[in-house]
Protein backbone atom coordinates (compact mmCIF):
# COMPACT_ATOMS: atom_id res chain seq x y z
CA UNK A 1 0.00 0.00 0.00
CA UNK A 2 1.51 3.57 -1.10
CA UNK A 3 2.14 5.88 2.23
CA UNK A 4 1.41 3.15 4.36
CA UNK A 5 4.44 4.96 6.81
CA UNK A 6 2.05 7.72 6.45
CA UNK A 7 -0.93 6.12 7.66
CA UNK A 8 1.28 4.71 10.39
CA UNK A 9 2.32 7.95 11.55
CA UNK A 10 -0.95 9.57 11.15
CA UNK A 11 -2.30 6.14 13.43
CA UNK A 12 -0.09 7.39 16.67
CA UNK A 13 -0.07 10.75 16.67
CA UNK A 14 -4.30 10.19 16.41
CA UNK A 15 -3.71 8.95 20.01
CA UNK A 16 -1.39 11.87 20.71
CA UNK A 17 -2.12 15.20 22.03
CA UNK A 18 1.01 16.57 19.64
CA UNK A 19 3.00 15.72 17.22
CA UNK A 20 6.04 15.53 19.65
CA UNK A 21 4.00 12.91 22.03
CA UNK A 22 3.36 11.18 18.73
CA UNK A 23 7.47 11.20 17.50
CA UNK A 24 8.51 10.06 20.94
CA UNK A 25 6.01 7.24 20.62
CA UNK A 26 7.72 6.36 17.25
CA UNK A 27 11.06 7.62 18.04
CA UNK A 28 11.57 10.04 15.28
CA UNK A 29 11.43 13.62 14.91
CA UNK A 30 8.81 15.99 15.44
CA UNK A 31 9.34 17.51 12.15
CA UNK A 32 9.64 13.75 10.74
CA UNK A 33 5.65 13.19 11.90
CA UNK A 34 4.79 17.03 11.07
CA UNK A 35 6.23 15.63 7.08
CA UNK A 36 4.25 11.90 7.02
CA UNK A 37 1.41 13.74 8.24
CA UNK A 38 1.55 16.43 5.34
CA UNK A 39 1.95 13.38 2.91
CA UNK A 40 -0.86 11.87 3.91
CA UNK A 41 -3.02 15.03 3.92
CA UNK A 42 -1.83 16.04 0.21
CA UNK A 43 -2.90 12.67 -0.60
CA UNK A 44 -6.24 12.71 0.29
CA UNK A 45 -6.72 16.03 -0.40
CA UNK A 46 -8.18 16.75 3.22
CA UNK A 47 -7.28 18.51 6.31
CA UNK A 48 -6.42 15.88 9.18
CA UNK A 49 -5.16 17.95 12.04
CA UNK A 50 -6.02 21.46 13.23
CA UNK A 51 -3.56 23.31 16.30
CA UNK A 52 -5.65 24.30 19.88
CA UNK A 53 -2.59 26.05 21.62
CA UNK A 54 0.59 23.53 21.86
CA UNK A 55 -1.72 20.59 21.22
CA UNK A 56 -3.05 19.17 18.18
CA UNK A 57 -7.03 18.33 17.68
CA UNK A 58 -8.33 15.70 14.55
CA UNK A 59 -10.72 17.53 12.44
CA UNK A 60 -14.26 15.55 11.40
CA UNK A 61 -11.91 13.63 8.63
CA UNK A 62 -9.17 12.97 10.76
CA UNK A 63 -12.11 11.58 13.66
CA UNK A 64 -12.66 9.61 10.34
CA UNK A 65 -9.75 8.51 9.27
CA UNK A 66 -9.13 7.57 13.04
CA UNK A 67 -11.56 4.67 13.09
CA UNK A 68 -10.96 3.05 9.47
CA UNK A 69 -6.70 3.29 10.96
CA UNK A 70 -7.57 1.20 13.99
CA UNK A 71 -9.56 -1.42 12.57
CA UNK A 72 -6.32 -1.95 9.97
CA UNK A 73 -4.12 -1.94 12.37
CA UNK A 74 -5.97 -3.97 14.84
CA UNK A 75 -6.33 -6.83 12.20
CA UNK A 76 -2.66 -6.33 11.17
CA UNK A 77 -1.79 -7.34 14.40
CA UNK A 78 -4.00 -9.63 15.21
CA UNK A 79 -2.74 -11.64 11.42
CA UNK A 80 0.62 -11.37 13.36
CA UNK A 81 -0.26 -12.78 16.26
CA UNK A 82 -1.72 -15.87 14.30
CA UNK A 83 1.04 -16.63 12.39
CA UNK A 84 3.36 -16.15 15.80
CA UNK A 85 1.07 -18.65 17.07
CA UNK A 86 1.68 -21.04 13.53
CA UNK A 87 5.21 -20.46 14.07
CA UNK A 88 5.12 -21.99 18.07
CA UNK A 89 2.50 -24.47 17.32
CA UNK A 90 1.53 -25.86 21.01
CA UNK A 91 1.13 -29.51 21.41
CA UNK A 92 -1.75 -30.70 22.66
CA UNK A 93 -0.88 -34.01 24.14
CA UNK A 94 -3.51 -36.45 26.14
CA UNK A 95 -1.65 -38.65 29.15
CA UNK A 96 -3.13 -41.23 31.56
CA UNK A 97 -4.71 -39.41 34.55
CA UNK A 98 -2.07 -40.83 37.01
CA UNK A 99 1.00 -40.70 34.74
CA UNK A 100 0.32 -37.07 34.16
CA UNK A 101 -0.29 -36.31 37.56
CA UNK A 102 2.52 -38.21 38.85
CA UNK A 103 5.03 -38.15 36.63
CA UNK A 104 4.59 -36.08 33.75
CA UNK A 105 3.72 -32.93 34.98
CA UNK A 106 6.30 -32.25 37.85
CA UNK A 107 8.65 -32.62 34.66
CA UNK A 108 6.96 -30.34 32.00
CA UNK A 109 8.65 -26.99 33.16
CA UNK A 110 11.89 -28.56 32.76
CA UNK A 111 11.10 -29.44 28.90
CA UNK A 112 9.89 -26.01 28.48
CA UNK A 113 12.44 -24.35 29.89
CA UNK A 114 15.38 -26.72 26.98
CA UNK A 115 12.88 -26.06 24.14
CA UNK A 116 10.70 -23.29 24.76
CA UNK A 117 7.70 -25.32 23.16
CA UNK A 118 4.31 -25.36 25.13
CA UNK A 119 3.07 -28.70 25.60
CA UNK A 120 -0.95 -28.07 26.48
CA UNK A 121 -2.12 -31.31 28.35
CA UNK A 122 -5.65 -33.47 28.93
CA UNK A 123 -5.85 -36.38 30.67
CA UNK A 124 -7.94 -39.72 29.90
CA UNK A 125 -7.30 -43.06 29.48
CA UNK A 126 -8.32 -46.04 26.95
CA UNK A 127 -9.01 -45.23 23.16
CA UNK A 128 -8.48 -41.99 21.97
CA UNK A 129 -9.86 -40.25 18.27
CA UNK A 130 -6.77 -37.38 17.66
CA UNK A 131 -8.60 -35.79 14.44
CA UNK A 132 -12.03 -35.41 16.47
CA UNK A 133 -10.65 -34.41 19.57
CA UNK A 134 -7.51 -31.81 18.17
CA UNK A 135 -5.09 -34.13 19.58
CA UNK A 136 -1.56 -34.13 17.78
CA UNK A 137 -0.90 -37.41 20.25
CA UNK A 138 -1.77 -39.68 23.07
CA UNK A 139 0.34 -41.32 25.91
CA UNK A 140 -1.64 -44.33 26.89
CA UNK A 141 -0.92 -47.60 28.79
CA UNK A 142 -1.65 -50.13 26.20
CA UNK A 143 -4.35 -52.41 27.94
CA UNK A 144 -6.97 -51.21 25.59
CA UNK A 145 -8.09 -52.21 21.97
CA UNK A 146 -7.22 -49.85 19.36
CA UNK A 147 -9.80 -48.30 17.35
CA UNK A 148 -8.10 -46.11 14.97
CA UNK A 149 -5.17 -46.61 13.15
CA UNK A 150 -1.96 -44.86 14.80
CA UNK A 151 1.69 -45.32 14.60
CA UNK A 152 2.26 -46.62 18.30
CA UNK A 153 5.66 -45.70 19.93
CA UNK A 154 6.76 -47.59 22.64
CA UNK A 155 8.01 -45.44 25.55
CA UNK A 156 8.73 -47.29 28.76
CA UNK A 157 7.95 -50.97 30.16
CA UNK A 158 6.01 -51.09 32.92
CA UNK A 159 6.58 -52.63 36.31
CA UNK A 160 4.50 -53.83 39.40
CA UNK A 161 4.68 -54.06 42.69
CA UNK A 162 3.28 -53.72 46.51
CA UNK A 163 4.60 -50.30 47.90
CA UNK A 164 3.53 -48.85 51.11
CA UNK A 165 4.91 -46.18 53.20
CA UNK A 166 8.75 -46.86 55.29
CA UNK A 167 6.32 -46.19 59.05
CA UNK A 168 3.22 -48.11 57.32
CA UNK A 169 5.76 -51.24 56.65
CA UNK A 170 7.42 -51.14 60.00
CA UNK A 171 3.53 -51.12 61.79
CA UNK A 172 3.19 -54.86 59.41
CA UNK A 173 6.15 -56.51 58.44
CA UNK A 174 6.09 -58.93 61.17
CA UNK A 175 2.30 -59.57 60.78
CA UNK A 176 1.04 -59.46 57.19
CA UNK A 177 -2.20 -60.00 58.21
CA UNK A 178 -2.62 -56.41 59.88
CA UNK A 179 -1.98 -55.16 56.24
CA UNK A 180 -5.09 -53.34 54.44
CA UNK A 181 -4.79 -53.79 50.34
CA UNK A 182 -5.25 -50.42 48.69
CA UNK A 183 -7.62 -51.01 45.42
CA UNK A 184 -9.24 -48.92 42.52
CA UNK A 185 -11.83 -48.92 40.33
CA UNK A 186 -10.21 -47.78 37.78
CA UNK A 187 -7.87 -50.86 37.55
CA UNK A 188 -9.93 -53.46 39.44
CA UNK A 189 -7.78 -56.59 38.28
CA UNK A 190 -4.70 -54.74 39.26
CA UNK A 191 -3.36 -57.32 42.55
CA UNK A 192 -5.33 -60.38 40.78
CA UNK A 193 -3.13 -59.67 37.88
CA UNK A 194 -0.19 -59.09 40.15
CA UNK A 195 -0.63 -62.30 41.88
CA UNK A 196 -1.00 -64.55 39.04
CA UNK A 197 2.39 -63.18 37.78
CA UNK A 198 3.93 -64.31 41.28
CA UNK A 199 1.96 -66.92 41.96
CA UNK A 200 5.45 -69.11 42.39
CA UNK A 201 6.46 -66.40 44.80
CA UNK A 202 6.15 -66.37 48.63
CA UNK A 203 4.91 -62.55 48.02
CA UNK A 204 1.39 -63.57 46.86
CA UNK A 205 0.96 -66.30 49.60
CA UNK A 206 2.19 -63.48 51.62
CA UNK A 207 -0.24 -60.82 50.56
CA UNK A 208 -3.25 -62.87 50.05
CA UNK A 209 -3.44 -62.86 54.55
CA UNK A 210 -4.27 -59.40 54.43
CA UNK A 211 -7.65 -59.18 56.05
CA UNK A 212 -8.62 -55.63 55.11
CA UNK A 213 -9.28 -53.67 51.92
CA UNK A 214 -9.89 -50.19 50.76
CA UNK A 215 -11.17 -49.04 47.21
CA UNK A 216 -10.75 -45.71 45.46
CA UNK A 217 -12.07 -44.09 42.65
CA UNK A 218 -9.09 -44.05 41.22
CA UNK A 219 -5.94 -45.09 40.74
CA UNK A 220 -3.86 -41.72 41.77
CA UNK A 221 -5.60 -42.16 45.23
CA UNK A 222 -4.22 -45.61 45.97
CA UNK A 223 -1.08 -43.78 45.75
CA UNK A 224 -1.47 -40.90 47.81
CA UNK A 225 -3.31 -43.20 50.24
CA UNK A 226 -0.25 -45.50 50.39
CA UNK A 227 2.30 -42.57 50.98
CA UNK A 228 -0.09 -41.40 53.69
CA UNK A 229 0.45 -44.60 55.47
CA UNK A 230 -3.31 -46.06 54.83
CA UNK A 231 -2.29 -49.32 53.75
CA UNK A 232 -0.16 -50.85 50.92
CA UNK A 233 -0.86 -49.96 46.90
CA UNK A 234 -0.03 -52.20 43.62
CA UNK A 235 2.39 -49.54 42.37
CA UNK A 236 3.36 -49.28 39.03
CA UNK A 237 6.98 -48.18 37.55
CA UNK A 238 6.75 -44.69 36.26
CA UNK A 239 3.75 -43.82 38.41
CA UNK A 240 5.23 -44.58 41.61
CA UNK A 241 8.99 -44.07 40.83
CA UNK A 242 9.23 -40.61 41.95
CA UNK A 243 8.09 -41.32 45.62
CA UNK A 244 10.09 -43.68 45.34
CA UNK A 245 13.20 -41.85 44.92
CA UNK A 246 11.97 -39.47 47.67
CA UNK A 247 11.97 -42.27 50.27
CA UNK A 248 7.56 -41.43 50.24
CA UNK A 249 7.36 -45.11 49.40
CA UNK A 250 9.00 -48.54 49.80
CA UNK A 251 8.64 -51.53 47.52
CA UNK A 252 9.26 -54.31 50.23
CA UNK A 253 8.14 -57.39 47.21
CA UNK A 254 10.36 -56.05 44.45
CA UNK A 255 8.50 -55.67 41.30
CA UNK A 256 8.11 -57.90 38.46
CA UNK A 257 6.93 -56.91 34.18
CA UNK A 258 3.35 -56.50 34.15
CA UNK A 259 3.20 -57.37 30.58
CA UNK A 260 2.11 -53.50 29.34
CA UNK A 261 3.89 -50.97 28.33
CA UNK A 262 3.33 -47.22 27.99
CA UNK A 263 3.18 -46.09 24.57
CA UNK A 264 2.90 -42.92 22.22
CA UNK A 265 -0.25 -43.15 19.60
CA UNK A 266 0.18 -40.35 17.02
CA UNK A 267 -0.22 -39.88 12.99
CA UNK A 268 2.54 -37.65 11.21
CA UNK A 269 2.50 -34.89 14.26
CA UNK A 270 5.49 -35.79 16.29
CA UNK A 271 7.40 -35.45 12.84
CA UNK A 272 7.74 -31.68 13.19
CA UNK A 273 10.12 -29.99 15.54
CA UNK A 274 8.00 -29.25 18.13
CA UNK A 275 6.41 -32.95 18.25
CA UNK A 276 10.00 -34.66 17.20
CA UNK A 277 12.02 -32.66 20.02
CA UNK A 278 8.74 -34.12 22.68
CA UNK A 279 9.11 -37.58 21.46
CA UNK A 280 12.68 -37.77 22.15
CA UNK A 281 12.73 -36.23 25.56
CA UNK A 282 9.74 -38.20 26.45
CA UNK A 283 11.25 -41.42 25.70
CA UNK A 284 14.78 -40.25 27.68
CA UNK A 285 13.24 -39.35 30.82
CA UNK A 286 10.90 -42.47 30.71
CA UNK A 287 13.80 -44.25 29.91
CA UNK A 288 15.60 -43.59 33.83
CA UNK A 289 12.08 -45.19 35.04
CA UNK A 290 13.32 -48.61 35.48
CA UNK A 291 12.79 -49.80 39.26
CA UNK A 292 16.13 -50.71 41.06
CA UNK A 293 14.21 -53.08 43.22
CA UNK A 294 13.28 -55.64 41.37
CA UNK A 295 11.30 -58.91 42.66
CA UNK A 296 14.02 -61.89 43.90
Not at 27 to 55: D, M, P
Not at 140 to 165: A, H, N
Not at 216 to 237: E, K, N, P, R
Not at 258 to 285: A, C, M, P, R
Request: charged share 20%; hydrophobic share 40%; proline share 3%.
Amino acid sequence: MRHLKAFHVFHVAAHSTSYSEAAEKLNITHGAVSKQIKVLENHLSQTLFYKQGRNVCLTKEGELLKGYTEQAFQALDTGVQKLNQLNNHALEVSCEPTLTMRWLMPRLGDFYAESGIDVRLSTAGGAVSLDATGLDMAIRRDDFKLTESYEQIPLVEEWVGPVCSPGYWQQVKDNLGDMKLLHSTTRPDAWSDWGAITEDTVNSGELSKAAANQTFTHFYFCFQAAVDGLGIALGSYPLVADDIERGNLIAPFGFVPSGHQYILLTQDSYQDESGNSFVTWLKSELSRCVPVIKNK
